[in-house]
Each structure stands twice: as structure tokens, then as C-alpha cells.
């Protein structure tokens, strides 16, 4: 079965400096992959995904994530964080070509100090 | 209105009421999902419906009962919940195709006193 796993529960960072959210998945075939941040009260927006091809992608809000399969990892970074970053990260695996399910990681809080 | 819209974005609700969440979708999607988040918990899929037709019940409590009218709205019923059904509801929408992303809702924060 799919699982995602964020072995971080909560970053704090000083504004300015870089940033990297660790993600690690299961999945027995190329997964389709994505992160998404909240922001508090509010729903999940898609940061940047995966499906195939360079394995460096590039997102909004200046974000980039780097898919390893032979670590099954697919780590969010950011060079500079901005104060406007606080909220919470999820990672997760899309379904297959057959399925419908998406699996979410537990989520990693970002905060970041002045 | 373009996106994601769940209606009501908050709702307090006794253990007896019946109640109802709705979500509806300006994307053209064909799938709709229910998600429910609860604090110190990872996202948990409620359902799926895709063509308007369930493929995805996650063991769901019967309290709990969706509704897919059409391609563009999906409901949740809520009936006689208990506390810890307290959480926000997130719907999102999906395309067609093996590789799209969901889009999300603002969700709905549910409190069952």
C-alpha cells in the first residue's frame, strides 16, 4: 500500500535563510507526486508535482522539489523563506492510472522567525 | 466564480441536528472528493465519486452520507455526529486523465457540541 511519511512535525526557520521539508513514499511504481501548503483555516494549495521527466521541479512561490527514487524521497526547498511561509506542508502520492485515491503525508509545520 | 466553493465555511451543529455540507466545482472536474482533517491527524478520504458514481467509501461511520447530483456538486448529510466528528471538511475536485492534481476547497469547520 502507498504511505507517505514527513519525519519533521514542526520547522522553525529564521526569515531569510534556506529551507528544506523532507518527504519520504512507498509505492511500488513511479509515483506521481506533490506538495501542498495551508495556510490556517484555509484549504490545501498545490505548490509544485511530479509525474515524469526532470527530476528538479519547479513551483510557485519560488519553492523547488527534487525526486529521488533510489531514496524514495521527494524533498520541498527554498532558498530564501519568507515571513508569508508560515503555514503547514503536506506531501503526497497521487493514484494510479486506475485509482483515486490520494495519500497524504501527516504534515509539517512551518514557522518563521523575524 | 472560478475553483473550489464549500459552503458553510464554518457550522456548529448538536448531536440530534441534521445538517448538510456542500461543496461545488467551476472546473469542469469530474471527480469529487470529501477529505476530512482533524488536529494531529494526516487528511483522511471520506469518499470519491467520479462520473457521479461512488468509487471510494473509506469505511465511513453511516452518520455520514454524500451526494453527487451532478458533476459539478457534491454533498455531505450530516446526521446525529458525535464530538469527535469535529473537523474541517475539505472537498476537492480532479480531472480526467491518469496524472492530475486535486484541487481544494476552503473546506468546512464542522463543531458537533
Known amino acids: 500500500a502507498q504511505s507517505v511519511t514527513q519525519p519533521d512535525i514542526h520547522i522553525t526557520v529564521s526569515e531569510g535563510a534556506s529551507l528544506e521539508l523532507r518527504c519520504n513514499y512507498s509505492y511500488g511504481a513511479t509515483p506521481y507526486l506533490f506538495w501542498y501548503v495551508q495556510s490556517p483555516g484555509q484549504g490545501l494549495q498545490l505548490l509544485l508535482k511530479y509525474f515524469s521527466g526532470d527530476t528538479l521541479v519547479q513551483g510557485i512561490k519560488g519553492f523547488e522539489a527534487e525526486f529521488k527514487r533510489s531514496q524514495s524521497s521527494f524533498n520541498l526547498r527554498k532558498p530564501s523563506v519568507h515571513w508569508s511561509d508560515a503555514a503547514e506542508y503536506f506531501c503526497a502520492v497521487g493514484p494510479d492510472n486506475y485509482g483515486q485515491n490520494f495519500v497524504f503525508g501527516p504534515g509539517t509545520r512551518l514557522s518563521v522567525l523575524p | 466564480e472560478t475553483g473550489v466553493t464549500q459552503t458553510p465555511r464554518h457550522l456548529v451543529m448538536g448531536m440530534t441536528n441534521k445538517k448538510s455540507l456542500k461543496c461545488e466545482q467551476h472546473l469542469g472536474h469530474n471527480a469529487m472528493y470529501w477529505y476530512k482533517q482533524s488536529a494531529k491527524k494526516p487528511l483522511e478520504l471520506m469518499f470519491v465519486y467520479s462520473l457521479e458514481e461512488r468509487v471510494e467509501n473509506n469505511s465511513v461511520p453511516s452518520r455520514f452520507s454524500p451526494e453527487c447530483p451532478n458533476s459539478s456538486h457534491l454533498f455531505l448529510h450530516l446526521h446525529t455526529l458525535q464530538p469527535e466528528d469535529s473537523a474541517l471538511y475539505l472537498c476537492?475536485?480532479?480531472?480526467?486523465?491518469?496524472?492530475?492534481?486535486?484541487?481544494f476547497g476552503e473546506g468546512s469547520r464542522l463543531t458537533v457540541l
Open positions: 476537492a475536485s480532479r480531472g480526467t486523465g491518469g496524472a492530475g492534481e486535486l484541487f
